[in-house]
């Protein structure tokens, strides 16, 4: 219940314009040189490549974010959340 | 195993079958009203359609030859998807408001409905998507080949195996072809959305996911033992092509495209290739599913991906090596002989080049009409048959797209993989990326600017990126190699001596330098024209435009027009059925009665949703044109005579001019709201297009002014004077004033009237016209008056008419322009009778200041006595007044009084008051003798100003204990005694001071003893009200002081106040309120 309400009003917090432009630059950081430099290196890790995985895990957590965004501009997808505090 | 080529084509007939079955359905659904795509999730599969043939076979492809690159492809999109929530978004409300039917029309909107511009990027939208219809047809006839069993690499190549290939490749065309038309020209309006369409496109989209993810898990768990085998087995037999695969070149070589370039062209080309603009603006449904989307379609790519690697490794492992890796997909199933995963992935292909084409070719085709075909159509004279021909224009314009892919596939087809050769296309849609941002969020971008931009940018594309692709042989043909006349400097793969570069990088960076560059410098140097100002605002200052278009609506609308009328306008265009049916939405959704009249509040919206209508088929522009210019019209009294295209049928030559004239001067009238400015312009014109020699407007304000003249324009501009020759037309004005008709004379020579006109014949002018301005039905507001000295019967019906059309638009400006006037004047009266009531209340609030100083700041000390008094007005001032005059040790006087009313003149008495009392104060006369001497004093003030006081004076004496006192008309103080219940009124006989000249005031005397309280108070206390209506009362006065009897002076005086304050409740002070408390100690 807690974790709820505070997991709103963070998200609250940042479903602000800022924030998407703020993530749009970090993602661009992200996938761009030199930041790309530090995985793209011919190594693996647990039989999978480093900079496959980089890539794989990064673009599902940066699609994870989007969603958690866009879930709180459209609340009424969680039936059994809490309403919003006015 | 293998299919023959009659089962594959009845598979994939039946597919298509399918398919339309969809789209048929979808329709049928949204002409019920129950639509069908009109939700997020089909949204986003539509979305989907960026996966072409590319992505379900090229990226396997990338993927084995250079690797992880290839993703780039997909993390640009998914990062501009953050940006979707405010770029995404405004794009679609601008192009909902405005029925922005595609990309082309969206930027020549934004910069002034720039017809130019608008061609320009039709024809970069045209030729740049022809690579990547040829990549997809390239595809489908190869995997075609494929699947029906020739396995042989060189299936591709026109010639090896002639009676098969060359039919597979144009009957594809064919088909593709046949699609968009059935889609994507059902009905002309391509603002409407393509429901069955859309529908069928997210089919499509399904279709390709499911079948690349069912080929991905055929090969990693059917083939091999999961993803960790596939990686381990590649890296242990082929270690040095999964160190290259698996990192990303830095692109220095000149020989890969680096990552960089591939995610810059990505984001890009998400919103601007015209397909992706089609589905994603055009054919939004709602703005709402935009949320959805932005995660949902990144996931959807995420997932079309997460094959690509294990397929393309796999494929390596099977077949050895990289050759033939665009189509893993189809032959590695084929290879392990299981026919069914096969013709699967045929038919996710199949899906993923379809519904690219069609959407592509419509988008496209949709900008052909509107921005090269219509243009040229609009100056012909229109006939019967206007829809059906624009319609099969609409259906040439798909067929031409698709046409102009097939014929880049025969040129250049197979010099290329096909990621390399879609990557042209993005290179080409990549153009339009300063124009568009800078549309939406730069207010200086400009129409010069946006052109220069692209222009360039287009030029140096097709240079460096077009045209070697088109060359066989890049290494040996001469232009490529040597440069163009032997010049290395401008070789179109190493322009300005930039090598090292790989081709679709370089080509990239020039044309955008070049194209930003120019946007920018040109921008910035050159202004932007009003109409370009008019859309900036609608682009980026969105609420300002709201207002600004509907006064500009109104402006346009002199005369109501009714419905019949837009819908036949709308006809014309559209055909009568589709604008009846059009209409007949509007109206049930506004509300309104076909055939009834149009209240004025309405007709804005109406002629904006005209206007939008009519964007749809014939694109912004045009719509605008042809909307400003039918209503210019009908606002004066001509509609009967003219219809835009009934007049130019009927008389085309002298009515060319007359149209010119028409479309200039609804915008000289719509460019500003000033009314000098708009009557110079107009006489300007009017001087220019039919070589008059003089030309002035007179207007008056009303029926009770003069005519006045506004503007003079034209030869000998003299000051004007009662002797000026145009007076001698003024028998004109009053009768073209009087009978509203125009009055002319066409030879001056030929004049046998009663009028001589002597001076103006004398300047030389031989025929002249007076036109009244006014609007229908209502006064005359003034006269246009033209002069000519060179032509004899200039004017003919057509221009008087012309004449009488234009004043009926300067008599709806004029009046405008009046009441904007009024308003202004409204505005600045009440801001000036604000300023007015601000300035008094500080003179109020200083004359309090004043007279609380007046009041004496605390009571003098006397042994054995304790005094306290308070004055709280309750307005700014008051007319109550207390005061201590101390005449010896043990002698005090003490008076409380009243003027009349709260108002300045009560506190100016009262001032004087004081001071006549302060003279009076050293004079040893008894309280009776003071007040008669103040009456006298007062009278005559008193009874100029209506005023009166009433006031008790008090003496005291401590050494006696005796307090002697006259009242005037004054309420009675009340005397407490300790010990006793009641209270006593002092009272003695006295008029209010101010009535009578000569008053006895009688003089009563009292001992007061120690614990004495006497409270001397204005009516503000007992007549104090409570929210029922009951005064406070004497009672209640005497009731209180018992209770606080025993607290020191001050305290007794602020708890009645306190008291007073309780009892009226939450209520403001009606009175002043005044006290004096003197209580005796010893």
Redesign the interface.
């Known amino acids: 219940m807690i974790w709820r309400t505070t997991r709103y009003r963070l998200l609250k917090r940042l479903q602000l314009?800022e924030s998407?432009?703020i993530?749009?630059i970090l993602?661009?950081v992200m996938?761009?040189?030199p930041f790309?430099k530090i995985f793209?290196?011919?190594l693996?890790l647990?039989?999978?490549?480093?900079?496959?995985l980089y890539?794989?895990l990064g673009?599902?957590a940066?699609?994870g974010v989007?969603?958690l965004f866009?879930q709180t501009?459209?609340p009424e997808h969680h039936p059994g959340e809490t309403p919003p505090p006015p | 195993m293998t299919f023959s080529l009659l089962q594959v084509t009845l598979i994939a007939a039946t597919y298509t079958g399918l398919l339309f079955l969809i789209a048929w359905f979808a329709r049928r659904r949204s002409d019920s009203g129950r639509s069908l795509v009109s939700n997020p999730l089909v949204y986003s599969l539509s979305i989907g359609i960026y996966c072409t043939s590319w992505t379900f076979y090229g990226s396997v492809g990338k993927a084995a030859t250079s690797g992880i690159d290839f993703l780039m492809i997909y993390l640009g999109p998914t990062l501009t998807a953050f940006s979707w929530h405010f770029i995404l978004l405004r794009m679609i409300r601008i192009s909902k408001e405005s029925n922005v039917s595609s990309i082309a029309d969206f930027i020549s909107l934004r910069y002034g409905k720039s017809q130019l511009l608008g061609t320009l990027v039709t024809l970069i939208a045209t030729l740049g998507i022809m690579p990547y219809i040829a990549l997809q047809i390239k595809a489908v006839s190869t995997s075609f080949a494929l699947v029906s069993g020739i396995t042989s690499r060189t299936i591709a190549i026109p010639g090896t195996v002639e009676s098969l290939t060359l039919p597979t490749g144009m009957v594809l065309t064919a088909i593709l072809a046949i699609f968009g038309i059935i889609f994507g020209t059902r009905r002309l309006s391509s603002s409407d959305r393509h429901e069955g369409l859309i529908a069928a496109v997210a089919f499509e989209s399904l279709v390709k996911l499911l079948s690349l993810v069912a080929v991905g898990i055929f090969i990693t768990w059917g083939v091999f033992n999961g993803l960790g085998d596939i990686f381990q087995q590649f890296q242990s037999r082929f270690p040095q092509q999964f160190t290259r695969l698996m990192t990303l070149s830095t692109g220095t070589d000149g020989a890969a495209i680096p990552a960089s370039t591939m995610l810059l062209m990505s984001m890009g080309s998400i919103m601007l290739l015209p397909r992706q603009f089609h589905v994603m603006v055009v054919e939004n449904a709602d703005q709402r599913h935009v949320t959805t989307a932005m995660w949902l379609f990144p996931a959807y790519l995420f997932l079309i991906n997460l094959f690509i690697i294990p397929i393309a490794l796999g494929g390596i492992l099977l077949t050895g090596s990289a050759a033939g890796a665009d189509y893993f997909v189809v032959s590695l199933p084929l290879l392990r002989n299981n026919g069914g995963i096969a013709l699967l992935a045929f038919l996710g292909g199949l899906s993923a080049a379809a519904g690219m084409v069609m959407v592509e070719s419509v988008a496209i085709s949709t900008m052909l009409l509107n921005h090269l075909f219509m243009p040229v159509i609009v100056r012909i004279t229109p006939k019967q048959w206007f829809p059906v021909l624009l319609i099969n224009l609409k259906r040439f314009g798909i067929v031409l797209v698709v046409c102009l892919g097939y014929l880049y596939y025969r040129l250049a087809g197979n010099s290329f993989m096909l990621v390399n050769m879609g990557l042209i296309s993005f290179a080409a849609a990549m153009q339009f990326l300063p124009a568009m941002l800078g549309g939406i969020y730069w207010k200086r971008g400009n129409k010069a600017g946006a052109i220069c931009g692209m222009g360039l940018g287009f030029v140096l594309w097709a240079y460096t990126l077009l045209l070697p692709s088109l060359i066989a042989t890049p290494a040996l043909h001469p232009l490529l190699a040597n440069g163009p006349f032997g010049i290395a400097l401008l070789k179109p793969t190493a322009l300005f001596g930039l090598i090292g570069m790989d081709m679709w990088s370089h080509s990239l960076f020039w044309s955008m330098l070049f194209n930003t560059g120019a946007y920018l410098v040109c921008s910035l140097l050159l202004p932007q024209s009003e109409r370009e100002k008019e859309q900036v605002h609608r682009f980026i200052g969105s609420f300002e435009q709201e207002a600004r278009a509907y006064r500009a609506a109104l402006k346009r609308l002199s005369k109501p027009v009714t419905i019949p009328q837009f819908t036949a306008l709308l006809g014309k265009f559209i055909g009568q059925g589709e604008a009846r049916h059009a209409m007949e939405s509007y109206l049930v959704e506004r509300q309104l009665e076909p055939d009834s009249a149009v209240e004025d509040f309405e007709l804005p919206g109406l002629k904006r949703f005209v206007e939008r209508t009519l964007a749809g088929s014939v694109g912004a522009a045009a719509a605008g044109a042809i909307v400003d210019s039918y209503l210019s019209d009908m606002g004066s009294r001509m509609e009967s005579v003219y219809d835009i295209f009934s007049t130019v049928r009927t008389s085309l030559d002298q009515s060319r001019e007359a149209l010119y004239v028409r479309l200039k001067a609804s915008e000289i009238m719509n460019r500003t709201l000033d009314l000098q400015t708009i009557c110079d312009d107009l006489l300007q014109l009017l001087l220019k297009e039919f070589k008059l020699d003089v030309a002035l407007i007179q207007l008056r304000k009303n029926s009770d002014f003069p005519l006045e003249v506004i503007s003079y324009q034209g030869s000998d501009r003299r000051p004007i004077t009662p002797e000026h020759w145009y007076l001698e037309s003024e028998p004109y004005f009053k009768m073209a004033m009087i009978d509203q008709r125009v009055h002319l004379v066409n030879d001056l020579h030929q004049l046998n009237g009663i009028l001589e006109m002597e001076k103006t014949r004398a300047e030389g002018f031989v025929s002249f016209a007076h036109v009244p301005v006014f609007r229908e039905g209502e006064e005359c507001l003034g006269v246009l008056s033209v002069y000519s000295k060179s032509i004899v019967g200039l004017f003919t019906e057509e221009f008087s008419n012309l004449l009488t059309s234009l004043t009926g638009q300067l008599a709806q400006a004029a009046r405008l322009m009046g009441e904007m006037e009024a308003r202004e004047a409204a505005r600045r009266t009440m801001q000036q009778a604000q300023l007015e009531k601000a300035r008094l209340m500080r003179d109020m609030e200083i004359a309090q200041q004043i007279q609380l100083s007046l009041l004496p700041e605390e009571p003098p000390a006397i042994f054995g006595v304790e005094l306290a008094g308070r004055c709280i007005a309750a307005a700014h001032v008051g007319g109550d007044y207390y005061d201590f005059f101390r005449r010896d040790d043990q002698t005090i006087d003490l008076l409380i009084a009243d003027v009349s009313g709260h108002s300045v003149g009560a506190a100016l008495i009262m001032a004087e008051v004081r001071t006549l009392l302060r003279a009076q104060a050293n004079r040893a006369t008894s309280p009776g003798v003071i007040l008669n001497a103040l009456n006298k004093q007062l009278h005559d003030d008193l009874s100029r100003a209506e005023l009166f006081i009433t006031m008790f004076y008090a003496r005291y004496n401590a050494a006696t204990g005796r307090l002697s006192y006259a009242n005037a008309g004054h309420n009675r103080p009340l005397l407490h005694r300790p010990g006793e219940t009641s209270c006593r009124e002092l009272d003695a006989e006295g008029l209010i001071l101010g009535i009578k000249t000569d008053v006895v005031f009688e003089e009563q005397s009292i001992a007061l003893q120690a614990g004495d309280v006497i409270f001397f108070h204005t009516d503000g206390i007992p007549e104090a009200m409570d929210p029922h209506g009951e005064l406070y009362g004497v009672e209640r006065i005497c009731l209180h002081l018992s209770t606080v009897i025993h607290e020191p002076a001050a305290r007794i005086a602020d708890s009645f106040y306190d008291a007073v304050q309780e009892f009226s409740g939450s209520q403001a002070l009606q009175d002043d309120v005044s006290m004096v408390v003197l209580k005796i100690l010893t």
Do not use: D
């Open positions: 314009r998407w432009i993530f749009f993602g661009n996938i761009n040189f790309l793209n290196q011919p693996t647990m039989g999978f490549p480093l900079l496959y890539l794989t673009w599902a940066s699609i989007i969603y866009t501009a459209a």
